[in-house]
Each structure stands twice: as C-alpha cells, then as structure tokens.
C-alpha cells in the first residue's frame, strides 16, 4: 500500500468529455472530476487520495454524505463519472480558508492529520491472522506509491522492468542464516516487526511449506554470503481475494508467486533482482515489459486481462515498476519503485481489499 499524504496541489483542469456541467482536475497522472468552474489551471487546491477515511463534518461539508465506499460511507475509492474514471477528491475545505495553498503546494504540507483524514486499512480474515510475536530481524517490504500521484519517481526513455502486480496477500519470509530461522509475516505485523507464529491453518505459513520457500532462502543465503534473506512474495486463490487465478486458497493449491528480494550482506541490506535469484526455485511474477520508461505505455500495460493462470480469467490489478538497475529516488526518499493500477480493477464490483 502507499502512504497517506493530504496535499496541495496546482491542478491541471481539462474538459469532461461527457458532461457539460463537469470537467477534471489533474493532479500528477490522477484526475479527479469537479463542477465546472469550480478552479482553475494553475490554481491551487486540496487533493484527497483514494483509501482516505473523511470524518463526519467533512463529508457532510464537501456534499458526499451517503456517497463515499465504506460501511461508514466515509472512504474514498475511485469511481466512474460520467464515463470519466475520478480517482480521490480536489477540494478547499473552510478548515483551511487561512492557508496560502500554493505556498503548501510548494512546501509539500501534509494536512491529514489537520483535516481528521486517517488511511484505510483492510480487514485482516481468520486464516491470514494468529498469534505473533516479536522478530527484530524481520526484513520488511516498503510502501509503494502510485506512479500517477509521483510522476517523476522515473525519467523518460529510463530502462524499466514491469512486472504484473497480483492481488492476493504479501508473505514476507526472512531467513536468518547464524540462527537457520525463519520468520514468516504479513505486511501488517512485519511493519510492526512482529512474525507469526507457525500455524499449519495459516495461509501465509501454509503456501511458504508448501513451496519450499524457506528451504529457497537458506540456499541463497549460502550462495550470497547473506546473514539475513528476505523473500517476498503475494499468495492468492480463491478465499484469499476476489481475484483468484484459478487457485483455490480454500484447499492445498494455493498461489505463491514472488515478487521482490532482499538480503544482508556485509552489514547492508540491498534489493535484488528476484528473477536472476529464484527463476526455477520458486514461482515468481509474471514480467510484462522491459524497456524504456513511456508514463502512457505503463498505463496501458497496467490494463487489460491477468497473464498467472494462463487463461487471462479476469481482469489485471497492475503493475509494478522497477529500475533495469536498482536505485535510490529523491522523489521518495527511498527505492525508485513504483505501481500502477488499473481502473477496471479500481472500479469493479465485489472487490475484496484484504491486507
């Protein structure tokens, strides 16, 4: 998931295509739609990503009561207007009728906190929880922020690896070699350092036995040298998600397919390029594209039907996007990474969003 930041932003205002009384702000890649008139190109407003939680006043201010996602109906998911895929909300709020927003553009302020607006977070089901405990040397994952809020996390024409991004459940498996333990977590508790106990009716310890993926770690720690491996991989099939790929969660054919690398050599943690690593030893991503980084191209990949099962069952969540070489990105202050998703998958319908 990405991080939540409430931000203002110059916005870019094109015409709806299919309305006359409404047109779309553009804010990096996303566009939001609007009332027509309301701003301008140029101008400066809030914008409110998607998978923010709105308190009451707010909702009711803005005019939304009853028509955001969420038991509460206070979150904002992406919808189609008109025909216009809107992703997150441009506003000017009377709580920030003080605020010089082009200034706060400038500066990057963050209001969530100001304004009462928290992140989503997905219910976690029975089988993907259990008892914890506390793993100190749990090599975690990091958040990954949408290519259409951070444009510039890649130049064009920079070599580019896309690979499919799947819906299912993160699996985050450390090796640590000196003590030939293995530590298993969801995204959750590993950001929260804590490992879950091994339980055979737990999904994630249930598909890292069944594909061998901590007999795959300590291999490539012997090979690299590594005190600590990480693997990190998505488990999907159906009872994991709504998209299944023609696993099915509910029985001993779970999906496991990795996605990302990482080991401690030396003292130093580093990324590693998990096809070169694991291609024949465990199931990995499939690789969509390589070549030079086109912002519209990416979208266009990030469509169209899943390529896991072979059979193209339904549509694609995504995709994640990765330097040919790894490297640090100023823009996010850590890994140049980054995801795209969807719209179709954005606005489906039954969608399940389990963390």
């Not at 082009?102 to 993907?128: C, N, Q, S, Y």
């Not at 003292?267 to 594209?289: I, N, Q, T």
């Not at 390529?307 to 694609?316: E, K």
């Amino acid at each position: 998931m990405s991080t939540l930041r409430v931000t203002a932003e110059v916005l870019t205002v094109h015409e709806h295509p299919n309305a006359d009384a409404l047109e779309l702000a553009q804010v990096g890649l996303y566009r939001a739609v609007v009332a027509k008139g309301a701003y301008r190109t140029g101008e400066a407003a809030l914008y409110i990503p998607e998978q923010s939680v709105l308190p009451t006043a707010l909702v009711e201010e803005l005019g939304l009561t009853g028509r955001l996602a969420g038991s509460g109906s206070d979150r904002v998911k992406a919808v189609r207007l008109r025909g216009e895929l809107s992703q997150g909300i441009v506003c000017r709020p009377a709580a920030l009728e003080d605020v010089d927003l082009a200034l706060a553009a400038a500066e990057g302020t963050d209001f969530a906190e100001r304004l009462g607006i928290v992140k989503w977070v997905p219910p976690i089901p029975p089988t993907m929880s259990g008892d914890v405990e506390a793993a100190p040397d749990l090599l975690p994952w990091v958040d990954i922020e949408n290519i259409q809020r951070y444009p510039g996390i890649f130049e064009p024409g920079e070599p580019v690896v896309l690979t499919e991004k799947l819906h299912g459940s993160a699996c985050l498996l450390t090796y640590v070699a000196d003590e030939e333990r293995v530590h298993v977590t969801s995204k959750g508790f590993g950001s929260k350092s804590l490992a879950l106990t091994e339980d055979p009716r737990n999904l994630y310890w249930r598909a890292v036995r069944g594909h061998g993926v901590p007999e795959a770690a300590a291999r490539l720690a012997e090979r690299l040298g590594a005190r600590r491996v990480g693997v990190f991989g998505e488990v999907y099939g159906a009872g994991v998600q709504d998209l299944t790929y023609g696993a099915d969660g509910r029985r001993d054919t779970l999906g496991y397919a990795v996605f990302d690398v990482s080991a401690e050599i030396d003292g130093e943690v580093r990324w590693l390029d998990a096809a070169d690593l694991l291609a024949g030893e465990l199931p990995l991503v499939p690789r969509l594209f390589e070549g030079p980084y086109d912002s519209e191209r990416v979208l266009e990949i990030a469509t169209g039907r899943e390529t896991v099962s072979g059979r193209g069952l339904h549509l694609r969540e995504g995709v994640v996007i990765r330097p040919a070489v790894e490297r640090y990105s100023p823009v996010t202050g850590g890994r140049a990474i980054a995801k795209a998703v969807s719209g179709a998958y954005l606005t489906r319908k039954g969608g399940t969003e389990y963390e």
